[in-house]
T-cell receptor
Framework: ETGVTQTPRHLVMGMTNKKSLKCEQH?????MYWYKQSAKKPLELMFV???????ENNSVPSRFSPECPNSSHLFLHLHTLQPEDSALYLC????????????FGNGTRLTVT | AQTVTQSQPEMSVQEAETVTLSCTYD???????LFWYKQPPSRQMILVIR??????QNATENRFSVNFQKAAKSFSLKISDSQLGDAAMYFC????????????????FGKGTKLSVKP
């Protein structure tokens, strides 16, 4: 069982919908991340939160809006997405120390129609 | 900018045999970390092994070992005594050291190699 839980597992939404992805970690970590995994492309880091503060935003379009209310929960709010945003969205967490590995969730498979 | 290249989109190995997955990277930094992650059909990325660039000794984790050639910028993964459960996508990843502003989660991934294990 993973210490990082993502819901929902699958999501289909239209371009005018608003939805949210949820990530929860039970590992006591202080850093959380959103990654995007598209077909035939490398994994891309989207956002980084350390101690609830956003520390990185890798040029992600504003139609993706992250929220980190506490160090255990991370959300990704979605609105007016495009079909090319269809991908697997992975959440990860870690302790922000040099040798701490990332722990990933099982991802949310998003399809935008 | 750093890049990671996995030149083998797919590989196949017979159960109990040994297979080597290739990874090369490009960087001008001297302080960095390299990782191999496994992604089975469950989709969860699982850390297989990691290597600090300043360590000359190749990392080993049970049946998994790496051949780290720093001068050649090569970081291959060897899986010995392959098992059916090893079938997955394998991703090579690079992270800058703190001296270069590297943060824990800012990994640069290759496109992956799909490994099949034949019974």
């Amino acid at each position: 069982e993973t210490g990082v839980t993502q819901t929902p597992r699958h999501l289909v939404m239209g371009m005018t919908n608003k939805k949210s992805l949820k990530c929860e970690q039970h590992l006591g970590h202080n850093a959380m991340y959103w990654y995007k995994q598209s077909a035939k492309k490398p994994l891309e880091l989207m956002f980084v939160y350390n101690f609830k503060e956003q520390t990185e935003n890798n040029s992600v379009p504003s139609r993706f809006s992250p929220e980190c209310p506490n160090s255990s929960h991370l959300f990704l709010h979605l609105h007016t997405l495009q079909p090319e945003d269809s991908a697997l969205y992975l959440c990860a967490s870690s302790q922000e120390t040099q040798n701490s590995p990332l722990h990933f969730g099982n991802g949310t498979r998003l399809t935008v129609t | 900018a750093q890049t990671v290249t996995q030149s083998q989109p797919e590989m196949s190995v017979q159960e109990a045999e040994t297979v080597t997955l290739s990874c090369t990277y490009d960087t001008s930094e001297s302080d960095y970390y390299l990782f191999w992650y496994k992604q089975p059909p469950s989709r969860q990325m699982i850390l297989v092994i990691r290597q600090e660039a300043y360590k000359q000794q190749n990392a080993t984790e049970n049946r998994f070992s790496v051949n780290f050639q720093k001068a050649a910028k090569s970081f291959s993964l060897k899986i010995s005594d392959s098992q059916l459960g090893d079938a997955a996508m394998y991703f090579c990843a690079y992270r800058s050291g703190l001296n270069y502003g590297g943060s824990q989660g800012n990994l640069i991934f290759g496109k992956g190699t799909k490994l099949s294990v034949k019974p």
